[in-house]
């Protein structure tokens, strides 16, 4: 069977692409574990930093979601799997409107019609957030019965495509599971246009001996989950079985509830287990980023996951060891 990840030149389109490749194999149209054999990473723009490795078959596939044709033209097997993962992320929604419904909710749809001329019941995962929620009654903790009230363009592009996944599955079109993202952590690399970028570059900023610049009070907390499980999640929702599922077909996943504070501690705390010397953190508010960062929830309840085989998350100092083995020069 055809892997398609959509967004696959970013760090978890190409993380979940590595995983793929050493599992070789996903439950495809048969409602058995098919041998996968063509991996295609679709996005405008591939970094130097992504690798094939061990992919077999790997294609990086340069292309815009917003081109109708482009989108179809990757979809030309009736044996696929799409995890569809591009969209314009949050700081960037605010910024450009007319964009944001282009990529986030043009771009969706025409994934889905392609998927919905094809023979079958094809499979799909969407990565969705919990940028999704907000709003004055939201509570701490959301779970996949608290309404759905974002304050941002980018949320509210993500529950249209939530409800587009339920009503193309409702009607037969395809076989859709949408994944309700924390913010995860530790990303590689520079930080990204993101409102919740902070959240990685605490982290990746001190342990590559560079300053972090915090633009958020330390006291706020936020639901964050490590890279692996991301990537874990992703695929066990697209093996659940579907009578499994039912209407709803979105999934929040668990995460850890950390303050800055509490991070940075255990971040300390692993950098003198592995005997490095971090960079510092400087205090540096932005009351935009924080105003944003003010209307997602602090935690999340991910039982329904948990039910169809996503993993329990590991500790925050777990997420921090297997980034300074997975990016970083220091050994363990």
Request: proline share 6%.
């Amino acid at each position: 069977m055809k892997v398609l990840i959509t967004g696959g030149g970013g760090f978890i389109g190409s993380q979940l692409a590595k995983r793929l490749g050493e599992k070789g194999s996903l439950i495809g149209p048969s409602g058995e574990q098919e041998k996968i054999d063509s991996i295609v990473l679709f996005d405008s723009h591939f970094s130097p930093a992504i690798q094939q490795g061990n992919v077999p078959d790997l294609t990086l596939l340069s292309g815009d979601l917003t081109d109708r044709d482009s989108v179809f033209s990757s979809i030309d097997r009736d044996d696929i799997a799409v995890f569809h993962l591009a969209a314009m992320v949050s700081g960037e929604c605010e910024q450009r409107f007319d964009d944001a419904l282009a990529v986030n909710l043009d771009g969706t749809r025409h994934v889905l019609e392609a998927l919905r001329e094809r023979s079958g019941i094809p499979r799909i995962v969407f990565a969705s957030s919990v940028g999704s929620y907000g709003g004055e009654d939201m509570p701490d903790t959301v779970g996949d019965l608290t309404k759905q009230t974002p304050r941002t363009t980018y949320g509210m592009s993500k529950v249209i495509g939530e409800l587009m996944i339920n009503d193309y599955s409702r009607k037969g079109f395809l076989d859709g599971r949408s994944a309700r993202l924390p913010t995860i952590i530790i990303r590689p690399g520079a930080p990204n246009a993101a409102a919740s970028s902070w959240a990685s570059g605490m982290f990746r900023e001190p342990l590559n001996g560079e300053t972090c610049y915090l633009p958020v009070h330390r006291d706020q907390c936020h639901p964050m989950l490590g890279y692996r499980d991301v990537v874990e999640s992703f695929i066990a929702l697209h093996d659940a079985d579907p009578q499994l599922i039912g209407s709803d077909r979105a999934f929040g996943l668990p995460s850890h509830r950390i303050s800055v504070a509490e991070g940075l501690t255990m971040l300390e705390q692993v950098a003198e287990e592995r005997q490095i010397s971090p960079g510092i953190v400087v205090d540096d508010f932005d009351p935009v980023i924080q105003a944003i960062v003010d209307t997602w929830p602090t935690a999340t309840d991910g039982s329904r996951a948990l039910k169809l085989g996503v993993p329990e998350p590991k500790s925050v100092k777990d997420i921090i060891r297997d980034y300074i083995d997975d990016f970083t020069s220091y050994t363990s």
